[in-house]
């Protein structure tokens, strides 16, 4: 059995919206922007699981109970990518590259800021744990067996022991001070999300119409089955009456 090491006391030591599992478990399990069974994907096996809709304050939450818990060497990332935010390219970015002048070096996220995380805090997620990604999946099987198939190459604990940060959220605000209480990148992220809630609606509508077109084409089909089904019968009720005439 692989080494096992005691998580920070209280883990998991941030809160925000996950389940915790087995705390022994090397996999921690991120579904991004959707919402799926995240009690059932801990019973599978993972130490945590829950969706960060956000490149900042969301990422620092996900690092924090990361590294104050030796045993996750695996961060599993599925479900779908968020929009504007691109929360799963960004967390990547700062597991492979880290942070320039706090920003997230080579995200595409709207405001990739890390205020709460230090050098130490990133490299030391870096250094204990390898990214897994298999994001745009919301099969909960195919979810599961990955987690099975990594807790098979659990390496361990990693060496050093729990490393505890603390995550600021402005105001008492969750998940929305993307840079501390700066103004601009607040008024940012409002738009941000404004913008959001017109993509949304934008596929809503396209899905709407295409169901209507759908529905159309399968009236117009059924009209035409119909219709042959009845000339059918015309026909063989015709031949009937010609053959007794």
């Not at 705390?23 to 009690?39: C, F, K, R, W, Y």
């Not at 900042?56 to 030796?70: C, D, F, H, T, Y």
Request: with cysteine.
């Amino acid at each position: 059995m692989a080494d096992k090491k005691s998580p920070a006391s209280g883990w998991p030591i941030v809160q925000g919206d996950f389940h915790s599992g087995d705390a022994n478990s090397p996999v921690a399990v991120i579904t991004m922007g959707s919402h799926l069974d995240e009690q059932g994907i801990c019973d599978a096996g993972a130490a945590i699981c829950g969706s960060c809709k956000t490149e900042n304050l969301g990422l620092e939450k996900v690092v924090a109970n990361v590294i104050s818990n030796p045993n996750i060497r695996f961060v599993l990332l599925c479900g779908t990518e968020v929009k504007g935010h691109l929360s799963g390219q960004s967390l990547r970015q700062l597991h492979s590259s880290g942070v320039d002048k706090g920003k997230i070096v080579g995200s595409e996220g709207a405001i990739p800021f890390i205020e709460n995380l230090d050098d130490a805090a990133i490299k030391r997620f870096q250094e204990q744990i390898e990214i897994v990604n298999i994001m745009e999946s919301e099969d909960l099987g195919t979810i599961k067996a990955k987690i099975n198939e990594l807790k098979g190459k659990d390496p361990g604990a990693f060496a050093a022991d729990a490393m505890v940060v603390e995550v600021k959220e402005a105001g008492g605000s969750t998940e929305v001070a993307a840079a501390g209480a700066n103004p601009q990148f607040l008024e940012m992220e409002k738009r941000l999300d404004a913008i959001e809630k017109k993509i949304e609606f934008v596929d809503a509508e396209i899905a709407q119409r295409a169901g209507r077109k759908v529905g159309r084409d399968i009236g117009i089909l059924y009209g035409l089955v119909a219709g042959l089904t009845v000339f059918i019968i015309l026909l063989v009720l015709l031949s009937k009456l010609n053959a007794i005439v």
